[in-house]
């Protein structure tokens, strides 16, 4: 039986009214359920060596503590997005924040660490099921594109300054409190949004027709094996067999996907989506983009605390620049992008991460934050800001209504894949040229693959800026 149809987007103008009221609280439930799932991403990563002490983790097994979330998460987003189009999407952001929420009260009374792997692999896939609903309920009943770009406006925001925001909080919690402190901290936030759910938002339109068993365990596969072939490359090399098996089979798990999504009369994703040279374009803008910026979380963490001596808390407060930038531009964001268009806009951010990362790769044993750090991290926070909301709006631009999980699913898969890929190319070019027992050889390096990852997405932003100006978006 299909509800009613979830209040227009438009309502974010809040102008006082009862509805405008309503669908402000329902848009600010949402983007607290984001603001938790990204910020579960990196608020764990200051504490690592604290939970390597506690519960006996090797340096092997300790990456299991991100990478199974990472896992979990980004192979099951696909699933997700179309679990909201059949089942409801109020009904599954529930469901999976109630999951994320469980599993990170579980996660933070750990007492091994086996148990908390297992239990941060839940964490995730609750993640992946109440994630695609967020970005598809915010804009799914847009009724305007400039509403549409006001909530991918808070959306793209909310995202980055959770990601980033999660160091700081995670350096705090850490030093004040406890590791254990990192994970619980969802609980309150998570049972909040669960207990208002039900009052704020309303549910939307089911599409019916079974669900395509098929296409969800190629893709969930696909992905799965993807990432974690990604993951194993900065320390099993990328000419080992854990790498190139895990990438060999997701590729074939995802060519199989495909072919069952083009037979299926249900399908997971519906192929039409892949059609547009700006959706797809802006896929692979928001890949590199998100791949180029995991430089910064895995070189400069690491720089702050063993380079410049800093505490986790303090390293973590260094990032309050980089989430200031971000929150400062983002309002103007959607003005901008209808004044100069989203892929003037990209292009120009893509740039500018090309040389904030140029100007860390000059980092030395005299850098410091203010000198060093400061200016290249406010310049990656604007264009953060000038990236991330033109390239969601460009994947999500054209899509029906009772497609729109399905394509927030893809646009945060790419994320993830996108997060992982960087991830494994970064560490992998800096362990390379690393020399034991020093922390600088390989950093210049290291940033230079950044910076190479940020002109891809560049490029992806030319692509789709290429497709509007000859006013033919289709490439079938």
């Given at each position: 039986?299909?509800?009613?149809?979830?209040?227009?987007?438009?309502?974010?103008?809040?102008?006082?009214?009862?509805?405008?009221?309503?669908?402000?609280?329902?848009?600010?439930?949402?983007?607290?359920?984001?603001?938790?799932?990204?910020?579960?991403?990196?608020?764990?990563?200051?504490?690592?060596?604290?939970?390597?002490?506690?519960?006996?983790?090797?340096?092997?097994?300790?990456?299991?503590?991100?990478?199974?979330?990472?896992?979990?998460?980004?192979?099951?987003?696909?699933?997700?997005?179309?679990?909201?189009?059949?089942?409801?999407?109020?009904?599954?952001?529930?469901?999976?924040?109630?999951?994320?929420?469980?599993?990170?009260?579980?996660?933070?009374?750990?007492?091994?660490?086996?148990?908390?792997?297992?239990?941060?692999?839940?964490?995730?896939?609750?993640?992946?099921?109440?994630?695609?609903?967020?970005?598809?309920?915010?804009?799914?009943?847009?009724?305007?594109d400039?509403?549409?770009?006001?909530?991918?406006?808070?959306?793209?925001?909310?995202?980055?300054?959770?990601?980033?925001?999660?160091?700081?909080?995670g350096?705090?919690?850490?030093?004040?409190?406890?590791?254990?402190?990192?994970?619980?901290?969802?609980?309150?936030?998570?049972?909040?949004?669960l207990?208002?759910?039900?009052?704020?938002?309303?549910?939307?339109?089911?599409?019916?027709?079974?669900?395509?068993?098929?296409?969800?365990l190629s893709?969930?596969?696909?992905?799965?094996?993807?990432?974690?072939?990604?993951?194993?490359a900065?320390?099993?090399?990328w000419?080992?067999?854990?790498?190139?098996?895990g990438?060999?089979?997701?590729?074939?798990?995802?060519?199989?996907?495909?072919v069952?999504?083009?037979?299926?009369?249900?399908?997971?994703?519906?192929?039409?989506?892949?059609?547009?040279?700006?959706?797809?374009?802006?896929?692979?803008?928001?890949?590199?983009?998100?791949?180029?910026?995991?430089?910064?979380?895995?070189?400069?963490?690491?720089f702050?605390?063993?380079?410049?001596?800093y505490?986790?808390?303090?390293?973590?407060?260094?990032?309050?620049?980089?989430?200031?930038?971000?929150?400062?531009?983002?309002?103007?964001?959607?003005?901008?992008?209808?004044?100069?268009?989203g892929?003037?806009?990209?292009?120009?951010?893509?740039?500018?991460?090309?040389?904030?990362?140029?100007?860390?790769?000059?980092?030395?044993?005299?850098?410091?934050?203010?000198?060093?750090?400061?200016?290249?991290?406010?310049?990656?926070?604007?264009?953060?800001?000038?990236?991330?909301?033109?390239?969601?709006?460009?994947?999500?631009?054209?899509?029906?209504?009772?497609?729109?999980?399905?394509?927030?699913?893809?646009?945060?898969?790419?994320?993830?894949?996108?997060?992982?890929?960087?991830?494994?190319?970064?560490?992998?070019?800096?362990?390379?040229n690393?020399?034991?027992?020093?922390?600088?050889?390989?950093?210049?390096?290291?940033?230079?693959?950044?910076?190479?990852?940020?002109?891809?997405?560049?490029?992806?932003?030319?692509?789709?800026?290429?497709?509007?100006?000859?006013?033919?978006?289709?490439?079938?």
């Amino acid at each position: 039986m299909s509800t009613s149809a979830a209040p227009p987007a438009e309502s974010l103008q809040v102008q006082g009214s009862p509805r405008h009221k309503a669908a402000a609280g329902a848009v600010a439930i949402l983007l607290l359920g984001q603001f938790m799932i990204v910020m579960d991403s990196t608020i764990v990563n200051v504490a690592l060596p604290d939970i390597a002490s506690e519960l006996h983790f090797g340096p092997a097994a300790l990456s299991w503590v991100l990478n199974g979330y990472i896992l979990a998460f980004g192979g099951l987003l696909l699933m997700g997005g179309r679990l909201g189009d059949v089942l409801g999407r109020r009904r599954m952001f529930w469901a999976g924040l109630f999951v994320f929420t469980l599993f990170s009260l579980l996660s933070g009374l750990a007492t091994s660490g086996t148990f908390l792997v297992i239990a941060r692999v839940v964490q995730g896939a609750g993640g992946a099921i109440a994630a695609p609903q967020v970005l598809a309920l915010l804009t799914a009943n847009a009724a305007t594109d400039g509403a549409r770009n006001k909530a991918i406006a808070l959306f793209s925001g909310v995202s980055a300054v959770a990601g980033t925001l999660g160091f700081v909080i995670g350096g705090v919690l850490t030093e004040v409190a406890s590791w254990r402190w990192t994970l619980l901290v969802n609980v309150p936030l998570g049972v909040i949004a669960l207990a208002l759910v039900a009052f704020l938002i309303t549910e939307t339109p089911r599409r019916p027709g079974r669900f395509d068993v098929g296409g969800a365990l190629s893709a969930v596969g696909g992905a799965v094996a993807l990432v974690w072939g990604l993951t194993q490359a900065p320390e099993k090399g990328w000419a080992s067999a854990q790498t190139i098996g895990g990438l060999l089979i997701g590729v074939l798990l995802l060519a199989v996907f495909v072919v069952v999504e083009g037979r299926v009369p249900h399908p997971l994703l519906r192929l039409g989506l892949l059609r547009s040279r700006v959706r797809l374009a802006s896929l692979l803008a928001i890949f590199a983009f998100v791949g180029s910026q995991i430089a910064q979380y895995f070189i400069l963490v690491q720089f702050l605390q063993v380079q410049l001596t800093y505490s986790p808390l303090e390293a973590g407060l260094t990032f309050v620049a980089l989430s200031a930038s971000v929150v400062a531009l983002s309002p103007f964001v959607p003005r901008l992008q209808a004044r100069f268009g989203g892929p003037t806009l990209m292009i120009v951010g893509a740039v500018g991460t090309v040389a904030s990362f140029l100007w860390l790769a000059t980092l030395g044993p005299e850098s410091t934050f203010l000198g060093a750090l400061l200016g290249p991290m406010v310049i990656n926070g604007i264009t953060t800001a000038l990236v991330v909301l033109p390239a969601t709006a460009g994947v999500l631009a054209g899509v029906e209504p009772e497609h729109s999980g399905s394509a927030s699913g893809l646009f945060q898969t790419m994320q993830q894949l996108g997060g992982a890929m960087g991830l494994a190319v970064i560490a992998s070019v800096y362990a390379s040229n690393s020399v034991p027992g020093q922390f600088l050889p390989g950093v210049r390096e290291a940033f230079l693959a950044a910076a190479v990852l940020a002109a891809v997405a560049g490029v992806g932003a030319l692509w789709s800026s290429s497709g509007r100006a000859a006013g033919n978006d289709s490439i079938g």
